[in-house]
């Protein structure tokens, strides 16, 4: 396939593209996490005593974090619900005239009344 006169020209310092995968922050502090200290102990294990000590000493940020990586995130609920005095109703044959311009009566729509 020809390249188009919008791809990037040989030598255009802003047509890099991705980093190399090897290079992203992710795999660099995954590598870095694997290694060992001087006793053998992997830096990532270090790095699990060090927040589980940091949470039982009180230290609310690191049982936040915790919390998150042990049971995930908490999940926040949008309730979308109206009032008994005032619920919330939807037009759907406003919403069909309004998507597809026809109405809910119209036949060759494929919506029928019944439904």
Not at 28 to 41: C, F, Q, V
Not at 60 to 79: C, F, H, P
Request: no cysteine; glycine share 10%; charged share 30%.
């Amino acid at each position: 396939m020809a390249k188009s006169s919008t791809s990037f020209k040989k030598g255009n310092k802003f047509g890099k593209g991705a980093p190399k995968k090897e290079w992203t922050m992710a795999s660099l502090i995954r590598e870095a996490t694997e290694e060992e200290d001087k006793n053998g102990i992997p830096k990532k294990k270090l790095i699990a005593r060090k927040l589980t000590s940091m949470s039982v000493a009180g230290d609310i940020t690191a049982m936040k974090e915790l919390n998150n990586r042990l049971d995930g995130m908490s999940v926040q609920k949008n309730i979308l619900a109206g009032d008994e005095d005032n619920p919330i109703s939807i037009d759907v044959a406003g919403v069909l005239n309004k998507v597809y311009g026809k109405s809910k009566s119209d036949s060759s729509g494929g919506v029928s009344k019944d439904s």
